[in-house]
T-cell receptor, first 115, second 114 residues
Framework: AQSVTQLGSHVSVSEGALVLLRCNYS??????LFWYVQYPNQGLQLLLK??????LVKGINGFEAEFKKSETSFHLTKPSAHMSDAAEYFC?????????????FGTGTRLLVSP | NAGVTQTPKFQVLKTGQSMTLQCAQD?????MSWYRQDPGMGLRLIHY???????DQGEVPNGYNVSRSTTEDFPLRLLSAAPSQTSVYFC?????????????FGSGTRLTVV
């Protein structure tokens, strides 16, 4: 069965510092991987996705993630944090692209950005 | 460009009451699904539908019913609310082959059962 592990329920950074949010997955087949962002009292917004093309994926708002098969990881990074990046981030995995694909989510990481 | 619309945004129920959470999408997506979000647990799939008249259970279906009479609508029914159903509920839609693009989520319904 698929699963996603997000290390750290809370990550705190200073404005301008590097953001690193960790995600490890398990999947029996090549996965599709996603990062979603949730701002307070809002729904989930797709940040970026990996679908077996380039292993380095660039998303919105300056975020990127690298798929590392050997490490079964898909960590999210941003070189310089902004106050507006404060939100909860969810990593998710699905298997393939045939039929309905159930998304399996990690437990989320809340990013706190201090001035 | 409404996308996925959920109503109501907030609801308080007493234990044992019933209610329906509404979800509508205007993107002609075949697939629709309901997730619940609980602190420290991420989002978990409740029920999903691959087309009108077709529904199936997800990870946590107990206490919930769904139906899909049209492509646009996918209501979630709580037959007898329990405090354990206090949660934030999200509806999502997608199309075949769109799995690579993720889902489109609604803005959520925050339900409290007292």
């Amino acid at each position: 069965a698929q699963s996603v592990t997000q290390l750290g329920s809370h990550v705190s950074v200073s404005e301008g510092a590097l953001v690193l949010l960790r995600c490890n997955y398990s999947s029996s087949v090549p996965p599709y991987l996603f990062w979603y962002v949730q701002y307070p009292n809002q729904g989930l917004q797709l940040l970026l996705k990996y679908t077996s093309a380039a292993t380095l994926v660039k998303g919105i708002n300056g975020f990127e993630a690298e798929f590392k098969k050997s490490e079964t990881s898909f960590h999210l990074t941003k070189p310089s944090a902004h106050m507006s990046d404060a939100a909860e981030y969810f990593c998710a995995v699905s298997e393939g692209n045939t039929g309905f694909q159930k998304l399996v989510f990690g437990t989320g990481t809340r990013l706190l950005v201090s001035p | 460009n409404a996308g996925v619309t959920q109503t109501p945004k907030f609801q308080v129920l007493k234990t044992g009451q019933s209610m329906t959470l509404q979800c509508a999408q205007d993107m002609n997506h075949e697939y629709m699904s309901w997730y619940r979000q609980d602190p420290g647990m991420g989002l978990r799939l409740i029920h999903y539908s691959v087309g009108a008249g077709i529904t199936d259970q997800g990870e946590v279906p107990n206490g919930y019913n769904v139906s899909r009479s049209t492509t646009e609508d996918f209501p979630l029914r709580l037959l007898s609310a329990a405090p354990s159903q206090t949660s934030v509920y999200f509806c999502a839609s997608s199309s075949p082959g769109q799995g690579t693009y993720g889902y489109t989520f609604g803005s959520g319904t925050r339900l409290t059962v007292v």
